[in-house]
């Protein structure tokens, strides 16, 4: 079981640094200001974006071997859990025994870390869903783009337009929509 584990912690850690390379190559605007307030009112935003991009690592073929990509997928078991513990706790009366329970069976964790996160969910109700709502709307967007585009899709410019849009899904899919127009009728 410890072998396991390591294995697990070392492919989430691959996944971690994974996550920095590719957001450093993209456009980082963790650091300014304007993000602060950003991500105050808009979660699903910069949460959506950071789930979003771990998913990049297919894209760049960055998880090559069965272990990493185990690594991926645990990272992604842990996320719809989280959805469902979210739910469970806010919804339907769970404990944070039920929770802690459903998060064992179904996860990789260890109990010290789930822990921690449901104590996270009993006191932010909702903030394990913002993250999937804005991977999810990213994700929409990209394949309503490339089905319109087909070969005039650029990842690099859609990607520049998510990042630009910095806020409320309404603004954020009205420049993808803007930037759509704008490359069909490009010449």
Not at 43 to 58: D, H, N
Not at 136 to 154: M, S, T
Request: hydrophobic share 40%; proline share 3%.
């Amino acid at each position: 079981m410890k072998v396991f584990l390591a294995t697990i912690s070392k492919s989430l850690m691959l996944l971690s640094l994974r996550n920095i390379q590719i957001l450093g190559n993209l456009k980082m605007i963790l650091i300014t200001e304007q993000f602060l307030l950003i991500s105050q009112f808009t979660p699903y935003f910069v949460e959506g974006w950071a789930l979003y991009s771990e998913s990049l690592g297919f894209d760049m073929q960055l998880f090559e071997d069965p272990l990493e990509r185990y690594g991926h997928y645990s990272a992604e078991m842990f996320r719809a859990c989280r959805l469902v513990v979210d739910t469970g706790l806010h919804a339907l009366g769970w404990t944070k025994e039920k929770a802690l329970e459903y998060m064992l069976r179904y996860t990789a964790n260890p109990k010290s870390k789930l822990e921690n996160e449901i104590d996270r969910y009993i006191t932010w109700p909702g903030q394990a869903l913002s993250y999937k709502i804005g991977e999810l709307k990213i994700r929409k967007l990209r394949e309503e783009a490339e089905k319109k585009l087909g070969n005039k899709f650029n990842i690099k410019d859609f990607h520049e337009i998510i990042l630009d849009s910095q806020g409320p899904m309404e603004i954020m899919e009205s420049q993808v929509q803007s930037w759509i127009e704008s490359q069909l009728h490009f010449v």
